[in-house]
């Protein structure tokens, strides 16, 4: 791939201005169909078939398909859903503002940029289809802010991809992260006049009990993830005024869990936990949505090593690989078992007022993803 042709496949002007049309709908969890019908024209505009696939509601995901000749599959994936605007923006979250090389916007990080990065790449690669030979899928999903039911469908519609390749922005390419487990546990006591509480059986008190002694419960250890444990909510008796001993109790546990871990683990783990507080309360144990398994993969991967080679060749230095934050890729590569990378452009205060994306970084992000497939798609 010579440097002329590299400077071609991906302008950072309209990189910028791809993702400040792309900010410009405003697109909660919920609220993504108009963004992604923009999504969808856009590569329509540019000769790219693409598809809108129904989820829950007005909120399709968009895929489109090229087909290249026999060869691996490659998918790139973005979302364009973003949480809600924070407090304290200088500028319209939707509007924006670029001062020099920044782009200001809801979303314009997280990941509206990074969806732009791959359409641009989408787009270079079926103008080049040339440098390299395969199946290229590109995937813009919802929901990834909230349950994740894009990426989830995605999956569930198939085939599985060879490689997977989540254009979420970061400082750095990202190899792997944490999963994520939020478990409810309901307790079942007794009621009865709270005159006379020996006569019952108190449900927050005996909640408290176990979660009082949720430290007995180690948690696991890994060389680049830190598991985690957190309670989120505690609630037990009526939110009306009676004086009875409550009979019910519930309370939220978050566990980021690291490769080894599952939910059945953390499930029994607290099973164990609540067995040995021998309590005439009963406890139940669920998982409640969204689930995301750990994931990460290898560092001598040839996916790894096309995107060490990539990324060398447009910043003049390795990559520093990270291993952070959760979502799609979880999905992608712990849930289907596709080896995934994640890469995209730079910038900062992602879910805060103010957040921004470098405009040359998206280009280059684009650019990457080029690169990466042609080496793992390689035309003959």
Not at 279 to 305: G, M, R
């Amino acid at each position: 791939m010579d440097d002329d042709l590299d400077q071609s496949l991906a302008d950072p002007e309209e990189a910028g201005a791809l993702t400040a049309h792309l900010v410009s709908f405003r697109s909660y969890p919920g609220e993504e169909g108009d963004v992604q019908r923009a999504v969808a024209g856009w590569l329509d505009d540019n000769d790219i078939a693409a598809e809108l696939r129904e989820t829950v509601g007005d909120r399709p995901n968009v895929v489109a398909r090229i087909e290249n000749g026999p060869g691996p599959t490659m998918l790139f994936n973005g979302h364009t859903d973003t949480v809600l605007a924070a407090e304290g923006w200088s500028c319209d979250p939707w509007q924006g503002k670029r001062e020099g090389d920044r782009l200001y916007g809801l979303g314009a990080c997280d990941m509206k940029s990074g969806v732009a990065a791959a359409m641009l790449a989408t787009r270079a690669l079926d103008r080049n289809r040339e440098l390299w030979r395969g199946t290229l899928v590109f995937s813009a999903v919802v929901d990834e802010e909230a349950f994740s039911i894009g990426a989830r469908a995605v999956i569930a519609d198939g085939p599985p991809a060879d490689y997977c390749i989540v254009t979420e922005s970061s400082m750095e390419p990202c190899l792997g992260s944490v999963g994520k487990v939020l478990v409810r546990m309901d307790v079942t006591g007794k009621a009865t006049h709270a005159s006379w509480p020996d006569a019952g059986v108190n449900a927050a008190i005996e909640a408290a009990k176990l979660v009082a002694r949720l430290d007995e419960i180690p948690l696991a250890e890994h060389p680049r993830f830190a598991a985690t444990r957190a309670v989120l909510s505690f609630h037990s008796g009526s939110d009306q005024y009676v004086i009875t001993v409550p009979e019910r109790a519930r309370v939220l546990i978050n566990r980021m869990i690291v490769p080894g871990e599952t939910a059945e683990t953390i499930l029994a783990d607290l099973r164990a936990l609540a067995d040995r507080l021998d309590s005439p309360a009963t406890f139940e144990f669920q998982v409640d949505p969204p689930y995301y398994p750990p994931w990460e993969i290898e560092p001598n991967h040839p996916l790894v090593d096309a995107l060490r080679r990539a990324f060398e060749r447009e910043h003049g230095r390795p990559p520093t690989w990270t291993y952070t934050g959760f979502g799609d890729a979880n999905l992608f590569s712990g849930e289907a078992g596709i080896p995934t990378i994640q890469v995209g452009a730079t910038g900062s205060r992602f879910h805060e007022a103010d957040e921004w994306v470098s405009v040359t970084s998206i280009a280059r992000a684009a650019r990457l993803l080029v690169r990466v497939t042609a080496e793992m798609l390689p035309a003959g």
